[in-house]
């Protein structure tokens, strides 16, 4: 036995030893070893209908005991036995791999690689599967017109052509035809074999006068030749009734040469077309290949099956096959060139991505916006790509420098790196967009200039979009789409913040209410009250510090790894495309993600933000605002509730945007106890009031602090002289704009220091 010890003779004796005691094995012979493989034979009993044993077989031909043959390869039990039936078994049931008709069919019994179904459930799964297979056979439930014509299996061929098959489809009418299309491909020789790798591109002409040109060829090393050549397209019409012709009957894939190719053509009711387009490569060779060169040929044939294929809503199947050629190859129809069958693979589309992402396809990609594509940024982007949902626009001003290759999603590309550097961020994500089949602008701008240009913000962040999501990490541009009172766009914040520890993705409500500013406030507010994220965010050392990225030059930035960052990015990646399939929420959204003690997950948790309540103090839109959370308001309305009759109030927290000219409220503090109520006023007591602001402010790293004061009427009325007074005394004690804030029983008023 040629290297004995590779059979793992342990477990080829354990599979044996249960093949013998299967409940369906009559008998299992001796193993034998030719060629350097261990051949085991067993009988196997099939469950035929009692009307079937008399005649001794089913109506196409399955025994009552099948003989099935398990090759054991080198390697077993890393590799799965192969699995062949007798040499006369009826190949034209469905469900049997492609192979030569002097070769034993092969049964497909699983729909995926019989390596992995053996680790994951062991030879007795196979044998199970196996029986199902013979027993299905037998009574012709091999397909299923409910689930769909299933296509001749070609995943295990060694040949394979790359092309889109809804657009080759597309070329398919009712009348029978042919075209030619440009044909890529790589040839690696091994074991003197030979294997194409070929892409199917743009539908092309040949001539005699352009064939040198049509085909090429440039030899690299170690024998692999990449070259260009042909691949012909050829479909069915209609029959001489005028019906379209189908192809009902399964015909097991037995090509080998041009004559078998013929017949199976002649199936499909394309072999006129295959013959015309054959006669013409034919006359095209002689001119454009010396005598002693070969060149690979793509045939694709077409077949109209009478319903849809399994998980496809098309009836038309497309079987590739690879002619090797030369000038003298004969393509009559009695003629023995040598062509193989070849497996196909999608090319790169929408289609292909969604559907490897389980996202429905058929569904619009809606347009939207990423703002910011630097490490977080360009993971989102080319996450939501690589799904099928890349952004219709990228905006960034930024440039890729040797340092981004840490945590950019792009790494540099080309023999000098180095010199692959200073390509804008936003053209690079565009780029990478672009190889996934899908259209991304890009603008080298910086987003806050574009929101100060009216004409230019319409464009770029139009209010008909889905939705902008800003991943700059910059609180300038977060401010600066906060105060954009113009701006009608549902923006997406993903933040992260702690050493990228802690994760963020908030979304904005309806008509930006809440908008970024209200959220980034009620994030602060959240994790003030939550002690485990109060100490990661507010009570350790700041983590943005400055990086050296040069001599004399740095970043400031978190010094994190990129595992960290990809992390966060995924998850924020699969929280926006959700997004997109269920729809923006009716409210404002928060998602903040911690990452696990371990450092390896991440917790994320969600909460709703309501509305806030705008209150201006003057009607013209250029009034300073203030935006009262949902919290804040219902703390106002119980305080109200607990002095009927009496004025009350209390102290306004939050923070304040001199961008956005607006006080953002997310608490409010309960009112000193040498406060004074009456039916007619409010004074503010000031025990222990400094005291608790302080305390306040620092718990939360004074991202939070006082804004003013907040009081109650008790009938519709404007601010008095006395409020005036109070916000104009409010802002020269703490040098910062304060406001004083009333509340009647109908709205909120607001007075300002003017």
Known sequence: MKNEATYAPIA??????????????????????????????????????????????????????????????????????????????????????????????????????????????????????LVVWLENAALGRLIDPAQGWEPVRRDSLRDVFVFDADTMRSRVNRDAGHRLFRLEYVLK????????????????????????????????????QYGVSVALFVWPGRRATGKLWL??????????????LVARAKDYGCDTQLANGLKWVANCLKGGVTSDATVPVAIILCARRPFHLIRSDSDLELCPYIAELDSKSSFKASGATGVRPAGHR??????????MSDTDSSRENPRWIQIGVGSVGSKIALHMARSGAAPSTVVDSGYLFPHNAARHALPPVGDRPDRACFLGKAEAVSNAARQLAQDCA???????DVLRNEEQMNSLLPRRAWAAVNSTASLSVREALASCRNLRLRTIETSLFSDGRIGLVAVEGPDRNPNCGDLISSVYELALRDSDLRRVMFEEPDSVRRVDTGLGCGSPTMAIPDGRVSIFAASMAEAIRLLQIEGLPGSGQILIGKLSDDGIGVLWRKFEALPCKVVRERRDSASPLVRISQLAHGRILEEIGRWPGKETGGVLVGRFSDAAETFYVVDVLTAPPDSLRSATHFVLGKLGLRQSLRDYARSCNYALYCLGTWHSHLSPSDPSARDYETARALEVSRLTPSAVVIRTPTDYRLALAT
């Open 12 to 129: 080829l004796g354990r599979a044996v030893s249960l093949m013998q005691r299967h409940p369906n094995i009559q008998r299992v012979r001796v193993p034998q070893v030719r060629n350097g493989v261990i051949d085991v034979e067993a009988a196997i009993s099939v469950g035929l209908p009692s009307r079937w044993l008399a005649p001794g077989r089913s109506p196409n031909g399955v025994l009552p005991v099948e003989p099935v043959l398990f090759r054991f390869p080198e390697g077993f039990p890393l590799r799965a036995p192969r699995i062949l039936l007798r040499q006369d078994f009826d190949r034209s049931l469905a469900h049997v791999n492609p192979g030569p008709p002097n070769e034993q069919p092969s049964p497909c019994i699983y729909d995926g690689n019989l390596d992995e179904l053996l680790q994951r459930a062991g030879i007795a799964v196979i044998l199970n599967q």
């Open 189 to 224: 020789q091994s074991s003197g074999r030979s294997a194409i790798f070929g892409t199917v591109t743009d539908s092309t002409t040949l001539s005699p006068t352009s064939a040198k040109d049509a085909f090429r060829k440039v030899i690299l090393r170690d024998g692999v």
């Open 442 to 448: 890009p603008f080298n701008l910086d987003v806050r």
């Open 346 to 355: 999608d090319a790169i589309s929408v289609r292909l991505l969604r559907r």
């Open 247 to 260: 192809a009902g009957e399964y015909r097991p894939e037995t090509v080998c040469d041009i004559s078998s």
